[in-house]
């Protein structure tokens, strides 16, 4: 293992750039074309506590499960009970040292600071990957996959399930057709967080002992070395492992970053959005350690092809006591009566209507102005539908179809959309560090051209021993 990024290279390629689902073998043959019953996908599950459980189980529904890979022993033996004869790892280096050439593909769900560098190995072994989102913890990172995933022609998957449903796929397509006129404002909003953070939660606590069944020096992969603490917080959740990390700088992205690949999904493809030309974020409570108690960011987006250019604002927390959320003016618009905002959605604004999508995965539609749902319904249907309405599962049906294919592009959220989607979001943590400033972004290259100090929170330097 190389001992850390180099950052020479990282400056010259910024230069030029729950609940578990089982399918009997009758129904999976009949959701895969052409499966034969000896020759399913065999994968290995790393991080397979909370929504990686789901994960590796819907995969194992589908596939062959020939490894588990967890740094908390809790969860890798609940999992090895459940796959008889995979075997068990701490350390996923390890695992493709020892197993490369028995590992087809890997689902990913560690904490968002190791999606990235065990992606970026899985592929370069040439193995399939499904990770959960965000795709990773930096915008390199998310660059960084992206061209991994081109380069060897693998196939991908990130795990933002509304992408598998019919309602999203639909509403692109209505509004690609047209329906809303030119759209030229988008409104996100969340209920996140939902986990300590400012301002309750703005220093590290002390130390205390590791507890038996986890393994710390994995769990902080490329990360600088840090004490475990294991408190329980506000949540009923640990200090750091198991979900509270969301809300640490160092590990996790906060409500944008755990959302907003949710969220704003459905009007990042519909618009056909890439790279923003600016980006500024507003935030309180800001410290060096956990995210803020509130932010409301702006991306702006210039036109594209025949389409205009899109002022895309995103809101989190709360401020005096009230969430922060669209204006009441449109709020007005999209609400019928006695029908309140709901916590998380999105909204696209165009000259002719408003498209409302009141839950985090575009699924809750509704199309306001006139004549507006009536021009939607004479649309035609030009993506592909999959079966059900089980979306997380049908992400992963969709993927094992890709790689039985060798189709990369068959999954719909495959790395070459989800690492822009990604990418894109996660300029808005740097614009909450830089809270107050317009930031000038030169996607194509791969930095901002009016602030080198905003270019330092691109990436970080890796700890010893790990490596993209």
Not at 31 to 43: C, E, F, H, M, S
Not at 93 to 98: H, N, P
Not at 201 to 228: L, N, S
Not at 391 to 402: C, G, S, Y
């Amino acid at each position: 293992m190389t001992s850390r990024l180099n950052r020479r290279r990282f400056l010259q390629a910024s230069a030029v750039a729950g609940a578990s689902y089982w399918l009997t073998a009758d129904a999976v043959s009949a959701t895969l074309a052409g499966q034969q019953p000896n020759d399913k996908v065999r994968i290995a599950g790393i991080g397979i506590g909370g929504k990686g459980s789901s994960d590796i189980n819907a995969a194992g529904g589908i596939g062959q499960v020939v490894a588990l890979c967890d740094i908390d022993d809790t969860y890798l033996d609940r999992a090895a009970a459940r796959f008889g004869g995979a075997k068990k790892y701490h350390d996923y280096r390890k695992m493709f040292d020892d197993m490369g050439k028995e590992i087809d593909a890997v689902t990913v769900g560690t904490p968002d600071h190791t999606h990235a560098p065990i992606s970026a190995m899985a592929m370069k072994l040439g193995k399939h990957v499904y990770c959960q989102k965000p795709l990773t913890r930096t915008i390199f990172e998310a660059r960084t996959l992206r061209e991994i995933a081109k380069k060897t022609g693998v196939c991908t998957q990130m795990g933002n399930q509304g992408s598998a449903g019919s309602a999203l796929r639909r509403s692109v397509e209505a509004v690609q057709a047209g329906v809303l006129g030119p759209v030229r404002e988008v409104h996100v909003w969340t209920n996140r967080p939902i986990w300590p953070q400012a301002p309750t939660v703005m220093k590290r606590p002390p130390e205390q002992p590791v507890p038996a069944t986890v393994h710390w020096d994995e769990w902080i992969g490329p990360r600088q070395m840090r004490p475990y603490n294991g408190d329980m917080q506000s949540n009923r959740h640990h200090t750091y492992h198991e979900f509270n990390w969301r809300g640490w700088w160092d590990f996790g992205t906060g409500a944008l970053g755990d959302m907003a690949c949710h969220t704003a999904n459905l009007p990042f493809r519909a618009l056909k959005l890439g790279y923003p030309t600016s980006v500024s974020g507003d935030a309180t409570d800001l410290n060096p350690e956990t995210y803020p108690s509130s932010a409301k960011i702006v991306f702006q987006f210039p036109a594209r092809d025949d389409l205009p250019p899109v002022t895309f604002t995103w809101y989190e927390g709360r401020r005096e006591g009230k969430k922060l959320a669209p204006p009441d003016d449109l709020v007005k618009k999209v609400l019928r009566a006695n029908e309140q905002l709901t916590n998380s959605g999105s909204m696209m604004v165009g000259d002719k209507g408003i498209l409302y999508s009141s839950d985090d995965y575009g699924q809750i539609n509704r199309l306001v102005g006139e004549g507006v749902s009536e021009a939607a319904q004479k649309v035609a249907e030009s993506l592909p539908r999959m079966p059900g309405t089980n979306t997380d599962l049908n992400m992963k049906v969709e993927w094992i179809k890709a790689i039985k294919e060798h189709k990369p592009e068959l999954a719909y959220s495959n790395f070459d959309y989800a690492a822009m989607l990604t990418e894109t979001i996660l300029l808005g943590n740097v614009a909450i560090q830089m809270t107050g400033q317009k930031l000038e972004w030169d996607g194509p290259n791969l930095k901002f051209t009016n602030n080198s100090e905003a270019n330092k929170h691109l990436h970080y330097e890796y700890r010893q021993g790990w490596t993209l």
